[in-house]
């Protein structure tokens, strides 16, 4: 049985723990809100962007011309490009985890098809390059605070591979947020671009021809889902972050009232023994 000063430097080192999640949860809590604001107001503009775009596809359907722009084409899927968001540093929980988890699923199911990887986030850079993959490029260290440049580096870089058949198709693996308790884990196609459906026929008057207007809307577009993926990432992994300290600190404060009672046992049974020694010492005499 441990020493009552064992327990009682256990119990302070699990104390000092608690405070320090404690601490990260409300960290967290505070970046949770301002990834949320940023990842809320990219959606309106997407979805009005989805909307042009459906239209503008529709116009267009009918020029041949608009089966030739390199982002429509489709192929077979020999050669893929897979884009995994993941984080920069860890304590999230199992956010990390069950990302690389899909993307590994993925990349098995297309056992015949040549994978190639970017990844995004220091944690998808690690896993790849300890299991030799084909990995294309590494950005480590923008998750904290991505920017729509560094988004559209990586949404050019995909377009250039797609425009030149070094790849037949370009797939991105992220956590999107969806709510504090549990991410939305997405994998998505982005290219060749499916062009998004719904909304209703806008007549609208083209001063361009409609197949010339969807050549230049649709690197816009994939740029656009590119900086929606890595804005979203960041506030499910807030989250995840959250929510993986606060179930830390409610484990430590059970430890320490467990790491108490056994403190209490142990004191109270040398109390007891010492007792026991002072009367039996007392009957000697």
């Known amino acids: 049985?441990?020493?009552?000063?064992?327990?009682?430097?256990?119990?302070?080192?699990?104390?000092?723990?608690?405070?320090?999640?404690?601490?990260?949860?409300?960290?967290?809590?505070?970046?949770?809100?301002?990834?949320?604001?940023?990842?809320?107001?990219?959606?309106?503009?997407?979805?009005?962007?989805?909307?042009?775009?459906?239209?503008?596809?529709?116009?267009?359907?009918?020029?041949p011309e608009t089966a030739e722009i390199p982002l429509l084409?489709?192929?077979?899927?020999?050669?893929?490009?897979?884009?995994?968001?993941?984080?920069?540093?860890?304590?999230?929980?199992?956010?990390?985890?069950?990302?690389?988890?899909?993307?590994?699923?993925?990349?098995?199911?297309?056992s015949g098809a040549e994978i190639q990887v970017e990844t995004v986030g220091r944690k998808s850079r690690d896993y790849f390059k300890k299991r030799n993959f084909a990995v294309t490029g590494e950005h480590v260290g923008i998750m904290e605070k991505p920017t729509y440049e560094e988004a559209a580096g990586i949404a050019r870089k995909s377009m250039d591979l797609y425009a030149k058949s070094e790849v037949?198709?370009?797939?991105?693996?992220?956590?999107?947020?969806?709510?504090?308790?549990?991410?939305?884990?997405?994998?998505?196609?982005?290219?060749?671009?499916?062009?998004?459906?719904?909304?209703?026929?806008?007549?609208?008057?083209?001063?361009?021809?409609?197949n010339e207007l969807l050549n230049i809307l649709l690197p816009r577009y994939v740029e656009m889902s590119v900086y929606r993926a890595m804005i979203e990432s960041?506030?499910?992994?807030h989250a995840a972050r959250m929510a993986a300290m606060d179930t830390a600190t409610s484990n430590a404060g059970e430890?320490?009232?467990?790491?108490?009672?056994?403190?209490?046992?142990?004191r109270q049974a040398s109390i007891t023994r010492e007792i026991i020694e002072i009367v039996s010492g007392a009957a000697a005499q």
């Open 1 to 63: 049985m441990p020493s009552l000063i064992d327990i009682r430097r256990r119990i302070k080192s699990v104390k000092n723990t608690q405070q320090i999640t404690k601490a990260m949860k409300m960290v967290s809590a505070a970046k949770l809100r301002r990834a949320q604001d940023r990842a809320l107001a990219s959606r309106p503009y997407a979805k009005m962007m989805n909307h042009v775009l459906s239209n503008i596809a529709k116009a267009a359907a009918s020029d």
């Open 234 to 237: 960041v506030s499910a992994e």
């Open 168 to 210: 037949d198709a370009v797939y991105i693996v992220v956590n999107e947020f969806k709510s504090v308790m549990a991410p939305n884990l997405v994998m998505r196609k982005i290219l060749p671009v499916e062009v998004p459906e719904g909304g209703d026929q806008i007549d609208y008057i083209y001063e361009q021809p409609a």
């Open 73 to 110: 084409r489709l192929r077979d899927e020999k050669r893929i490009l897979l884009i995994v968001v993941s984080s920069d540093r860890g304590l999230a929980g199992a956010f990390n985890s069950n990302l690389l988890r899909n993307a590994q699923r993925f990349i098995d199911e297309r």
């Open 255 to 266: 430890v320490i009232q467990t790491l108490t009672l056994n403190m209490n046992r142990v």
